[in-house]
């Protein structure tokens, strides 16, 4: 079956980096666009940033352009959020998805992607 594992969340201060890793199986992967999602308490899950599948095109939202960079290495079927410039409204859980479109109005909604992984919290605190 398909399964999404996240990995590389922790606890950092502000103005640190991590670099998060979602990591595939079950499913042919350079087929699908990776997204990076996360969610705060009690605030809806916030699509933040997409690789595609065929030329590898990035899509970021404006709270992150600049500070997270998305990358992926289809020989190992990962995909890397790189994130730098930590601030604390960062904190929250971070979760992968795939998705088949590859239209990219739909690239940053939660709405149209069908596998999820399990997510890693994310922690920017001093």
């Known amino acids: 079956q398909v399964q999404l594992v996240e990995s590389g969340g922790g606890l950092v201060q502000p103005g640190g980096s991590l670099r998060l890793s979602c990591v595939a199986s079950g499913l042919t992967f350079d087929y699908y666009a990776i997204g990076w999602f996360r969610q705060a308490p009690g605030k809806e899950r916030e699509g933040i940033s997409c690789?595609?599948?065929?030329?590898?095109?990035?899509y970021y939202a404006d709270s992150v352009k600049g500070r997270f960079t998305i990358s992926r290495d289809n020989a190992k079927n990962t995909v890397y959020l790189q994130i730098d410039s930590l601030k604390s409204e960062d904190t929250a859980v971070y979760y992968c998805a795939s998705t088949a479109s590859s239209r990219p109005w739909t690239l940053l909604r939660p709405d149209y992607y069908g596998y999820w992984g399990q997510g890693t919290q994310v922690t920017v605190s001093s």
């Open positions: 690789i595609s599948s065929s030329d590898s095109n990035t």
